[in-house]
């Protein structure tokens, strides 16, 4: 699935407007160039039904980077409006359901960024 989200990240056209490929996996690069994405995956819930279905509930963390708040509330307001509620496609992957869960502000002094953070279920058939 991580690869699937990075995809749709990196390739969305709403998202790849505010930060055109600067999408990365769990930490930001050495010199980051802002805006810019990170996601890691927090958890996984996993769901069995009778017959042996199961469906997987991962909990990811999308992190929302720029040099400003409402730079960093900007894409994170970008990212929420276009995977909050998606089915379907999910880059190479496909979906049941995403649903953004929680969202928080931070400021990070030694670097002198902002970061809003997305946390999102997103459902998966196994």
């Known amino acids: 699935m991580e690869k699937g989200l990075f995809e ?3 390739d969305n056209v709403t998202i790849k407007a505010i930060i055109s490929q600067r999408v990365t996996q769990d930490l930001l ?10 996601f890691y995956r927090i958890s996984t819930e996993r769901n069995r039904a009778m017959g042996g279905s199961s469906v997987q509930k991962p909990r990811f963390q999308i992190d929302c980077w720029d040099t400003s708040r409402n730079g960093a509330m900007a894409l994170a307001d970008a990212v929420r409006g276009q995977l909050d509620w998606e089915s379907g496609a999910l880059g190479t992957s496909t979906i049941l359901h995403a649903e953004c869960i929680d969202e928080r502000n931070d400021y990070d002094a030694d670097a002198k960024v902002f970061r809003t953070s997305l ?3 997103i459902w998966q058939a196994e």
Do not use: E, G, N, S
């Open 8 to 10: 749709y990240l990196r």
């Open 29 to 38: 690069p050495q010199k980051p160039t802002y805006p810019a994405l990170t």
């Open 119 to 121: 946390d999102f279920y």
